[in-house]
Structure formats: structure tokens, C-alpha cells
């Protein structure tokens, strides 16, 4: 069992940076790819990024490409989203997940065995 625990949300104007972190317990931290998602009312979840075991190799959705990056620090067994130049659209509630089969980028929600309970980001224009 993996405990997931998202924050650093808040509310934050165009423009402006936030980052979030995930902090783990339970399970080795580090045999878990991570990802974070996001979602926004009436829309689907989003996968917006994604971080390998060693953190070696990330991924980060073209809608947020350049302006967010995830990172990870197994020895505080903590992920990472560091978000700048937020946009109005990027309000959502936004998840970390850990995928114990270290799949590859695009993978189903349901490839995820542990969520957190989600952290709210809300941009104002």
C-alpha cells in the first residue's frame, strides 16, 4: 500500500507560479513511476506528466509542455510539479499516482495502483 498525499494548491493569478508536491509513504518510493493528473470541472482527467523510477526519463503533456516540469526526490520519497506562466485553463483539481509497472507515457488511469486525494489550482485572470 502506497499513501499519496498532493499540496501546495492554491489560488494564483495569470501569470504566476505554484508547486506542487506528493509526498509518499508506505512502499519503496522509488519503485514507482509517477504521474500527475488533472481535472477540471465537466472535463475529463488529464494526464499532464509523468516521471520514471529514477527520474531519469519525464514526459509532460503538449498542453502544459514548457511551462510545467515534474521532478522527484526519492531520498524524501516526494514528487514534484513546479508550474509557471499559469493560464485560467490550467484550474483543476490536480492528482499524483503512482504506476507500479513503470509504463510509458500515455497509459490508462486504471495502469495506476495508488492515487492521492487531489489538490485544487485555481488561475485568475
Known amino acids: 500500500q502506497v499513501q499519496l498525499v498532493e499540496s501546495g494548491g492554491g489560488l494564483v493569478q495569470a501569470g504566476g507560479s505554484l508547486r506542487l508536491s506528493c509526498a509518499a509513504s508506505?512502499?519503496?518510493?522509488?519503485?514507482?513511476?509517477m504521474g500527475w493528473f488533472r481535472q477540471a470541472p465537466g472535463k475529463e482527467r488529464e494526464n499532464v506528466a509523468k516521471i520514471s523510477r529514477s527520474g531519469g526519463t519525464t514526459y509532460t503533456a503538449d498542453s502544459v509542455k514548457g511551462r510545467f516540469t515534474i521532478t522527484r526526490d526519492n531520498a524524501k520519497n516526494t514528487v514534484y510539479l513546479q508550474m509557471h506562466s499559469l493560464k485560467p485553463e490550467d484550474t483543476a483539481v490536480y492528482y499524483c499516482a503512482a504506476d507500479r509497472r513503470a509504463t510509458g507515457w500515455g497509459t490508462p488511469e486504471r495502469t495506476y495502483d495508488y492515487w492521492g486525494q487531489g489538490t485544487q489550482v485555481t488561475v485568475s485572470s
Open positions: 508506505g512502499r519503496t518510493f522509488s519503485n514507482y513511476a
